[in-house]
């Protein structure tokens, strides 16, 4: 059972994840080497990219398990997304933020009214800013990249990425697919499927 999505998870979104977590680095160190716009803009656009294609490889977990499991995708980011929680922290909206980011990457925008963002310009790599965001979620300064709800809101991606990963491991699990032994780090934070009991429903 969802064999087609656990191959995915583990052979394309972990990797697309590593790729996008070494782009945000490599940002991170051009804004370091020369804070100026113009030296790390460059940086800040391939971080952009793998954000993109990660968002695109994690929501293309939904299509298969949809298809595994004979239902709808948005059935299963909803059966996700309270299944999205790290050191028992939930972190709302996550899935839908990455499902955005993944349409606005296709289609530009504007975004039907179901999404979170309007468009492709709601994703910047950007400075976080002071009190953007939950305490300890992402970098803690200069730029990386945010996505900026329809409410104004401003989320930072590397956030979103590990929560929502996190909440299709305990997905998958739960489902009955066997997954490997050990955990994977995605951002720097574990996301192995944790022990049901500890899931908590918070929020950041």
Same mark, same amino acid.
């Given at each position: ?6 191959? !995915? ?5 972990? $990797?697309?994840?590593?790729? &996008? ?17 113009? !030296? ?13 294609? @990660? ?17 709808? $995708?948005?059935?299963? *980011? ?6 999205? @929680?790290?050191?028992?922290?939930? *972190? ?12 606005? &990457?296709? !289609? ?7 999404? $979170? ?17 939950? &305490?300890? @979620? ?11 709800? *329809? ?29 490997? $032994?050990?955990? !994977? ?20």
């Amino acid at each position: 059972m969802l064999k087609n999505a656990l191959n !995915h998870l583990l052979t394309n979104v972990i $990797p697309a994840a590593e790729d &996008y977590a070494r782009a945000e680095t490599e940002l991170s160190a051009a804004f370091d080497e020369n804070a100026d716009p113009s !030296h790390w803009e460059m940086a800040g656009q391939h971080a952009k990219r793998r954000a993109a294609e @990660v968002a695109l490889a994690i929501d293309g977990l939904a299509d298969r398990a949809a298809n595994d499991l004979g239902i709808a $995708p948005d059935d299963a *980011r909803n059966a996700v997304a309270p299944l999205c @929680v790290i050191d028992g922290t939930g *972190r709302p909206g996550s899935v839908e933020r990455v499902c955005a980011v993944a349409n606005a &990457y296709k !289609h530009s925008g504007p975004l039907r009214g179901k999404h $979170p963002i309007a468009s492709e310009s709601d994703i910047l790599a950007a400075g976080a800013g002071f009190g953007i965001d939950g &305490y300890g @979620v992402g970098k803690r300064g200069g730029v990386e990249v945010l996505v900026t709800e *329809r409410d104004g809101t401003v989320r930072k991606f590397l956030g979103d990425v590990p929560w929502v990963i996190a909440g299709w491991f305990q997905f998958l699990a739960g489902q009955g697919a066997v997954l490997p $032994p050990g955990e !994977h780090r995605v951002c720097g934070l574990c996301v192995k499927a944790a022990d049901p009991a500890s899931i908590v429903n918070g929020s950041l």
